[in-house]
């Protein structure tokens, strides 16, 4: 079963639930805890997922593991939910989808900066800046390494991709060789 729909619709919820109750960062930090402790888990997943556990085996499932990653009322109700409706299979893409939510909410936004060397900390910082000021967002960048780079960068925010590395200014000399 594709899970992205249901994912949607379960996020936006718990989303519009923590807002009310202001919430938001507590709540999506508890889905996110639950579908790491999901993902991690094989044998969490096949209980959890086995149609033949009774329901009050997975209730006392949920409570034992609510209480061991100290999660709040609300994080303890929606995990309860979930497994309830049996759409717990859905937990890692409704946490995807709920952290987006809150990022959007705080004026966050995630990227990715891959280069082919290390970057120093001053050149990360002062890139970072420059996207920030270019977005008008708070800006939490992902470093990446990839050797075949050569030299330059590729910055990923969000679905727009800069790419300024060696290796597609050659590409792009090539193509333009191979044209004429």
């Known amino acids: 079963m594709k899970w ?9 919820a718990i989303f ?8 938001v960062a507590l709540l999506t930090d508890d889905v996110k805890r639950l579908a790491q402790a999901y993902e991690a888990s094989a044998e969490l997943r096949s209980v959890l997922e086995n149609p033949l556990v009774s ?6 499932l949920v409570d034992e593991l609510s209480t061991r990653l100290n999660l709040s009322p609300l994080g ?12 717990i299979a859905a937990l890692p893409a409704i946490a995807k989808e709920l952290a987006k939510l809150a990022d ?9 900066v891959t280069s082919a060397v290390p970057l120093s900390e001053t050149y990360f910082q002062k890139l970072q800046r420059e996207i ?14 990839d050797p075949e780079l050569i030299a330059g960068l590729v910055v990923q925010i969000g679905d727009r991709i800069i790419d300024g590395s060696v290796r597609a200014r050659l590409d792009q000399m090539r193509e333009q060789l191979l044209s004429q």
């Not at 992205?4 to 936006?12: H, L, N, S, T």
């Not at 303890?76 to 759409?87: A, D, P």
């Not at 920030?132 to 390494?145: A, D, F, P, Y």
């Open 4 to 12: 992205e729909a249901v994912a949607k619709r379960y996020a936006q």
């Open 16 to 23: 519009e639930l923590g807002v009310e109750t202001s919430n």
């Open 55 to 60: 329901a009050e085996d997975r209730k006392a």
């Open 76 to 87: 303890r109700n929606t995990f309860g939910l979930l497994v309830e409706r049996r759409r």
């Open 104 to 112: 959007e909410r705080a004026g966050i936004v995630r990227g990715k």
């Open 132 to 145: 920030e000021s270019l977005t008008g967002k708070k800006v939490l960048l992902e470093r990446n390494q």
